[in-house]
């Protein structure tokens, strides 16, 4: 007899009955029952009843709750899946049936597939591409140039429809662009002081490529990082760049010396003629003043020729005595009696001296000396002129 027929103890024979005293684990199918009755509930569906035409209406009830519940889930995972945010860095590109609709900027968004496709990429992004490869110079030598371009995502809508693999495209332009202009410069620049002119000569022929192409990348700095010769001429090459260092060295300091040194001569060319203009005006000043003063003696003596010639002599003399150790003396007919410092006039007078009164014949004995041959001189030239009859004015 069946567990639920009348008359029956009415027991569950997996222990539903007997829950306080045996607890089983949890039936499946109970579990999934209760599930669609709770939707059919929600849904309008009704519930099972004893009898068997409420079995029918009971199983039809339960597959449309089962439906709808399958469908809410699916919609719940669609508007999930749909559902989508876009970064500050980054743009994204829908498609709707294949054709181009809008770029979409920062913030939530939501599309719906499969109509529509989305590609969403990182514009910002400072990507680097390196790259090492041997080539021929403009004079066929062979180097070794390594480069490294960096560059990010200029034009999203580009970079996503144009192009099928733009990172290939911009590694071969890459190679074509160094190629190009290594191509066009002669070896010396190359490894020496032309790398950061040919770093700017290949970002804008690389850039002008992608422009071209369409690939919507945009190349931001292009740095050559080394440029040698194949390292089975290393050395010879070395050797070379070490011999053109030291001719450069020597030029500057060349250069150096001729500019230290060439302004001192033009300084001393100058100064030479600044002075010889001096002298120059002082001849010419000392020469007008000695004609002048010729002019006025000559006047005076025109006057008083007499007169004239004697202060001229005594003047003479004065100058001669005043500068020589010697000493003329005529006491003929004299009676003064004169000082001669005899230990004095035998010493040589050295060309530094007399002004501090160091001299072998100090200044005060000349002058006492010429004052008193001037005197004797006076008085002959007086005496001569009174036996003459002529007066001295």
Same mark, same amino acid.
């Given at each position: 007899?069946?567990?639920?027929?009348?008359?029956?103890? +009415?027991q569950?024979?997996?222990?539903?009955?007997n829950?306080?005293?045996?607890?089983?684990?949890?039936?499946?199918?109970?579990a999934?029952?209760k599930?669609?009755d709770?939707?059919?509930?929600?849904?309008?569906?009704?519930?099972?009843?004893?009898?068997?035409?409420?079995?029918?209406?009971?199983s039809?009830?339960?597959?449309?709750g089962? !439906?709808?519940?399958?469908l809410?889930?699916a919609?719940?995972?669609y508007?999930?899946?749909?559902?989508?945010?876009? %970064?500050?860095?980054?743009?994204?590109?829908? @498609?709707? !049936?294949?054709?181009?609709?809008?770029?979409?900027?920062?913030?939530?968004?939501?599309y719906?597939?499969p109509? *529509?496709?989305?590609?969403?990429?990182?514009?910002?992004?400072l990507?680097? /591409?390196?790259?090492?490869?041997?080539?021929?110079?403009?004079?066929?030598?062979?180097?070794?140039?390594?480069?490294?371009?960096?560059y990010?995502?200029?034009?999203?809508?580009?970079?996503?429809l +144009?192009?099928?693999?733009?990172?290939v495209?911009?590694?071969?332009a890459?190679q074509?662009a160094?190629?190009?202009?290594?191509?066009?410069?002669?070896?010396?620049?190359?490894?020496?002081e032309?790398? *950061?002119?040919m770093?700017?000569?290949?970002?804008?022929?690389?850039?002008? /490529?992608?422009d071209?192409?369409?690939?919507?990348?945009?190349?931001?700095?292009?740095?050559?990082?080394?440029?040698?010769?194949?390292?089975?001429?290393?050395?010879?090459?070395?050797?070379?760049?070490?011999?053109?260092? %030291?001719?450069?060295?020597a030029?500057?300091?060349?250069?150096?010396?001729? +500019?230290?040194?060439?302004?001192?001569?033009?300084g001393?060319?100058?100064?030479?003629?600044e002075?010889?203009?001096?002298?120059?005006?002082?001849?010419?000043a000392?020469?007008?003043?000695?004609?002048? $003063?010729f002019?006025?003696l000559?006047?005076? /003596?025109? $006057?008083?020729?007499?007169?004239?010639?004697?202060?001229?002599?005594l003047?003479t003399?004065?100058?001669?005595?005043?500068?020589t150790?010697?000493v003329?003396?005529?006491? *003929?007919?004299?009676?003064?009696?004169?000082?001669?410092?005899? %230990?004095? @006039? +035998?010493?040589?007078?050295?060309?530094?001296?007399?002004?501090?009164?160091?001299?072998?014949?100090?200044?005060?004995d000349?002058?006492?000396?010429?004052n008193?041959?001037? *005197?004797?001189?006076?008085?002959?030239?007086?005496?001569?002129?009174?036996s003459?009859? $002529?007066?001295?004015?």
């Open positions: 007899m069946a567990w639920n027929e009348p008359g029956g103890n +009415n569950d024979p997996w222990g539903g009955g829950k306080g005293k045996n607890q089983g684990p949890p039936d499946l199918d109970d999934l029952r599930l669609q709770k939707l059919n509930s929600l849904f309008g569906g009704g519930k099972s009843g004893g009898n068997s035409g409420g079995g029918s209406s009971a039809s009830g339960s597959s449309s089962m !439906f709808i519940g399958v809410i889930l919609a719940v995972a508007i999930w899946n749909a559902v989508y945010t876009v %970064d500050e860095k980054e743009r994204a590109v829908i @498609l709707r !049936f294949g054709q181009y609709h809008q770029t979409v900027e920062p913030g939530l968004h939501i719906f597939p109509f *529509e496709t989305k590609y969403q990429e990182k514009v910002t992004e990507r680097t /591409y390196n790259l090492r490869q041997q080539m021929l110079t403009e004079d066929e030598n062979i180097v070794e140039v390594s480069m490294s371009v960096q990010n995502i200029g034009d999203v809508k580009s970079y996503v +144009n192009v099928a693999k733009p990172m495209s911009l590694e071969e890459s074509s160094l190629r190009h202009v290594v191509g066009s410069s002669e070896m010396y620049q190359v490894l020496t032309g790398r *950061e002119t770093g700017v000569e290949v970002r804008k022929r690389l850039q002008d /490529y992608q071209a192409y369409g690939t919507g990348l945009k190349v931001n700095k292009v740095n050559i990082e080394s440029a040698q010769p194949p390292k089975e001429v290393q050395a010879a090459f070395d050797d070379v760049i070490r011999a053109r260092e %030291d001719e450069q060295r030029k500057n300091r060349a250069d150096a010396y001729a +500019n230290k040194v060439v302004p001192e001569a033009r001393q060319a100058q100064r030479e003629l002075e010889a203009n001096a002298y120059r005006d002082e001849l010419v000392r020469a007008e003043g000695e004609a002048d $003063r002019v006025k000559l006047n005076e /003596y025109r $006057r008083e020729p007499d007169v004239t010639r004697e202060r001229l002599y003047e003399m004065e100058s001669v005595l005043g500068t150790s010697k003329l003396v005529d006491v *003929e007919g004299g009676n003064n009696m004169m000082y001669l410092p005899l %230990d004095r @006039l +035998n010493q040589p007078k050295s060309a530094n001296q007399g002004s501090d009164g160091s001299s072998a014949l100090s200044q005060q000349l002058s006492n000396i010429a008193q041959v001037t *005197e004797e001189l006076n008085r002959r030239v007086s005496s001569a002129r009174s003459t009859g $002529r007066t001295v004015r």
